[in-house]
C-alpha cells in the first residue's frame, strides 16, 4: 500500500529552524514529484512549496521564500523541508503530498497521496 510517512516535527523558538522529513512507502518519488502544504487552525490547507521530478525545479509560496527548502534524496525516497528562521505564523500542520503529474500545484486535489501530518508549533 502507497503511503507517506512524516516526521521532524515540534516546538521551536522564533527564529529556530526545524527538518521535516517525508518518506515512500509502497511507491517510488521517480514517478511522482512531492509537494509540501500546511493548514492552521480555522484555516485553508495551503499550497508551501512544490518539487518538479523532472527538471529539479521549485516553487514556493512567497511568505517561506528564503527561509524553508524543499530537497530530495532519491536513494531513500525521501522528501524533506528545511526551514530556518521560523516565525509564530509559520505554526501549522504539514503535510507531504505527492502526485504523478511531473509537478504539483497549488490545489490540493491535484495530488494522489497524503501524508498523515506532522505539527509545528512556533512559539517562545
Known amino acids: 500500500q502507497a503511503q507517506l510517512i512524516e516526521s521532524g516535527g515540534g516546538l521551536v523558538q522564533p527564529g529556530g529552524s526545524l527538518r521535516l522529513s517525508c518518506v515512500a512507502s509502497?511507491?517510488?518519488?521517480?514517478?511522482?514529484?512531492a509537494s509540501w502544504f500546511r493548514q492552521a487552525p480555522g484555516k485553508e490547507r495551503e499550497f508551501v512549496v512544490a518539487?518538479?521530478?523532472?527538471?529539479?525545479?521549485?516553487y514556493y509560496v512567497e511568505s517561506v521564500k528564503g527561509r524553508f527548502t524543499i530537497s530530495m534524496n532519491n536513494a531513500k525516497d525521501t522528501v524533506y523541508l528545511q526551514m530556518n528562521s521560523l516565525k509564530p505564523e509559520d505554526t501549522a500542520v504539514y503535510y507531504c503530498?505527492?502526485?504523478?503529474?511531473?509537478?504539483?500545484?497549488?490545489?490540493?486535489?491535484?495530488?494522489?497521496?497524503w501524508g498523515q501530518g506532522t505539527q509545528v508549533t512556533v512559539s517562545s
Open positions: 503530498a505527492a502526485t504523478r503529474r511531473p509537478v504539483g500545484g497549488v490545489l490540493a486535489h491535484e495530488y494522489d497521496l
Open positions: 509502497g511507491f517510488t518519488f521517480n514517478s511522482y514529484a
Open positions: 518539487l518538479s521530478r523532472t527538471d529539479g525545479l521549485t
